[in-house]
């Protein structure tokens, strides 16, 4: 049994491991805005996110609302995204974008098989590791989304979808690796539908994608890793979500459209 030392000092060490994981929030904006809106929005987002500490903020435009995002966040603490990247380095891919290309750009973090891809575009584990690679090799940060089916969940195989996800999307990296990596954990029922899982819902599911990377990686690296919450959070239950041990952050779709929705989310997440 464990002493009430040792517990006491687990605990501790849990909140210490909390801490030290910097709040990242990122903006999915999926198929909407124009490059001219997406400036608009980002110079209206920048003087009232300005001087937010102790959070990364991300937004992910269309691809070809990167460059106008880019120029509008420069000098801000908002880094542009891309939703998506394919591992080769140029060629026959037609609708791909690569590495260097999002580089050049200014793109500093990916969203990688987000349950959209996977539900319309084909994406596998096998397609989101490769990408995953390509990611990292070019320094860039990889946002990696898994998340289980209302299907799925009812039929008790959550733990074992998300272990399949992690294990096959994060196959073959590294410790080092994993320092640029994040999951988002988006149950593909809360997603765009209004439906959240609650936060202990949320809470227990993302502690068991942590043992899981805990199992591939060690426990010292699982615990430095970012794990987002995704799917219908808003700016009422950003606070208590982000407050739950294993929740560092969120993938945000719908309430990252409009500057002052975003920016209520945000600043619940780390009140
Ligand atoms: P939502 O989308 O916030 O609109 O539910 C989240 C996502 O798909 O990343």
């Known amino acids: 049994m464990l002493s009430v030392y040792r ?5 501790l060490n849990l909140e210490k491991n ?6 990242f929030i990122a903006g ?3 198929m909407n805005k124009t ?3 997406a400036k608009a929005m ?15 903020i991300g937004i992910a435009p269309t691809f070809t609302s990167i460059g106008a995002a880019v120029e509008a966040a420069k000098g801000s603490n908002i880094k542009i995204g891309s939703q998506n990247i394919h591992w080769a380095e140029n060629g ?18 990916v969203i990688i098989g987000h349950s959209e891809r996977r539900q319309y575009f084909g994406e596998t584990d096998e397609t989101v590791n490769s990408r995953t690679k390509a990611c990292l090799a070019a320094n860039l940060q990889a946002v990696v989304c898994i998340g289980e089916t209302l299907e799925e969940r009812e039929g008790d195989k959550t733990e074992t979808v998300l272990e399949t996800q992690l294990k096959g999307g994060l196959a073959g990296l590294s410790n080092e690796d994993m320092a ?3 999951i988002a954990y988006e149950p593909v029922w ?3 539908t209004g439906k959240t899982a609650t936060k202990e819902m949320a809470q227990d599911t993302q502690a068991f994608c942590r043992k899981v990377l805990t199992d591939m990686f060690g426990v010292e690296t699982a615990q430095t890793v970012r794990i987002q919450y995704g799917g219908s959070m808003n700016a009422g239950n950003s606070a208590e979500l982000v407050a739950q041990e294993d929740i560092d952050g969120g993938l945000i779709g719908g309430a990252s459209l409009s500057a002052d929705t975003f920016v209520e989310l945000i600043k619940n997440a780390i009140s």
């Open 18 to 23: 909390k801490m030290s994981r910097t709040v």
């Open 42 to 56: 980002i110079e209206e987002l920048k003087p009232l996110v300005a001087g937010l500490k102790d959070v990364e």
């Open 92 to 109: 026959a891919f037609t609708g791909e974008i690569s590495a260097d290309m999002l580089k050049e750009a200014g793109v500093q973090f």
């Open 35 to 37: 490059a001219a809106e």
């Open 180 to 182: 640029d990596v994040v």
């Open 28 to 30: 999915n904006w999926k």
């Open 7 to 11: 517990a006491g000092q687990l605990l």
């Open 190 to 192: 809360a997603i765009g």
